[in-house]
């Protein structure tokens, strides 16, 4: 018999495609595990905007979503290669103490997801108070490279500076690391603000980010990640991919549908409702990325 | 022949109306005003001063920014060119109500010169 892919098995269980209900997680863990695929395919998990220590009236549930989502993670068929948080781990605070209390306590959660690696990015919540300082000493660099089964990983930092930008210096690094790669590598970027003007006004961009996007353009196979906007989002420039994921402790409103970027009020009926991450099967020989979006809560 | 055409041409050129100068505080987490009122082709200098930390000034629709910092006096000048209502907010982040400082520039039409009932 054939070796049966992850996507395969997905496929046959129904749930390609498909926002995930909690419930069928439960359902995907108790049926039959795929066997070995081939070593090329794998999946990686997205996590964003934990916000951990928030207290606030778009949750008053805020610390119960994190050891949630960590549960669901642990809970999936098979392992993801790997976790990776795209930013705000934290929620802010003016206090360098409290700071680093709150990014202890995010990493104790880390710590117990079950996969063979979890990555880490800044948000500005996290660093842009003190450039990163207390972000660096937690979870190390703010931005860093890494290969994985044939595809090329940049997690990018537009966050530590309080404005909003990558920076000149950034840049140019990136820069010299895409010129080292062979134009066919499949590129994912990781980034917590959108590279591109998503909506400006909101402060939904990245004040240098069209530098970065010119600079990644000339290859042809690139994808990015990012959090900060607290929902699913999915744009295009050009032949680069942008997917914003959503947030695990509260949602925050489509681009411009109303004056505000205020959060969404909290429904106590549904408690959870907009929250949640998803999974990415990355097939580096398209390169193919399947995402599917996994509720931290029945979206009923 | 020639009064009348100088009559004609200082209809023609009507006088730049005089500039408006607002004046802005910025602080954690708010603007004060929040609302600024202006009219359409009224040239406006916004003068912003922040009470206590760096903060930024971007209004991305009318293609202004500036930084705002404790013990100086940022000014932007625009003529206003199209009415409506466009978003401004703190670019630099500021602390956890960062993302509430906000506010807005109504942009009126511009009254008739002259006009009357």
């Known amino acids: ?300 | 022949m020639s009064f009348v055409l100088l009559g004609l041409a200082l209809l023609a050129a009507e006088p730049a109306p005089p500039e408006r100068v607002v004046h802005l505080t910025a602080r954690r987490f708010t603007y004060s005003p929040e609302t600024i009122e202006v009219e359409e082709g009224v040239p406006v200098v916004l003068e912003l001063t922040s009470l206590d930390r760096d903060h930024g000034f971007t209004v991305p629709e009318l293609g202004l920014r500036i930084d705002v910092e404790p013990g100086k006096t940022a000014r932007v000048r625009f003529v206003p060119e199209k009415a409506g209502t466009f978003l401004f907010h703190c670019d630099i982040f500021c602390g956890t109500g960062h993302e509430e400082m906000a506010g807005q520039i109504v942009v009126a039409k511009r009254k008739e010169a002259g006009g009357g009932s």
């Open chain 1, 1 to 300: 018999m054939a070796q049966r892919t992850r996507r395969e098995f997905l496929q046959l269980a129904g749930v390609s495609g498909i926002v995930f209900a909690s419930g069928l997680l439960d359902a995907c863990a108790s049926a039959e595990r795929p066997r070995a695929e081939p070593a090329d395919d794998f999946y990686f998990v997205q996590l964003s905007d934990t916000h951990w220590g928030y207290k606030g009236p778009a949750n008053p549930e805020a610390a119960v979503e994190l050891p949630r989502a960590v549960e669901l993670v642990n809970a999936l068929p098979r392992p993801p290669d790997f976790v990776i948080f795209t930013g705000d781990l934290t929620h802010t605070t003016d206090d360098p103490a409290e700071r680093r209390r709150r990014m202890a306590e995010f990493r104790a959660h880390a710590t117990r997801l079950k996969v063979p690696g979890v990555r880490f990015m800044p948000g500005e919540h996290d660093a842009s108070l003190d450039r990163g300082q207390v972000y660096e000493e937690n979870f190390g660099p703010r931005s860093y490279t890494f290969d994985h089964k044939g595809v090329h990983f940049i997690a990018l930092d537009n966050v530590s500076d309080p404005k909003g930008i990558l920076g000149d210096e950034q840049i140019d690094w990136l820069a010299r690391d895409l010129r080292q790669r062979p134009k066919e590598t499949p590129i994912v970027v990781f980034t917590h603000r959108p590279l591109f003007d998503l909506k400006s006004d909101w402060d939904w961009t990245t004040g240098d980010g069209s530098r970065a996007i010119d600079v990644l353009h000339a290859h042809p196979h690139v994808t990015v990640f990012y959090g900060h906007i607290h929902q699913e989002h999915h744009q295009m420039t050009d032949h680069i991919a942008h997917h914003a994921a959503r947030s695990l402790v509260f949602a925050l409103p489509a681009p411009g549908s109303q004056p505000k970027r205020a959060p969404l009020p909290w429904d106590a009926a549904h408690p959870g409702r907009g929250l949640g991450f998803r999974d990415v099967d990355a097939d580096p020989r398209g390169p193919d990325y399947q995402l599917r979006e996994i509720a931290l809560a029945s979206e009923a």
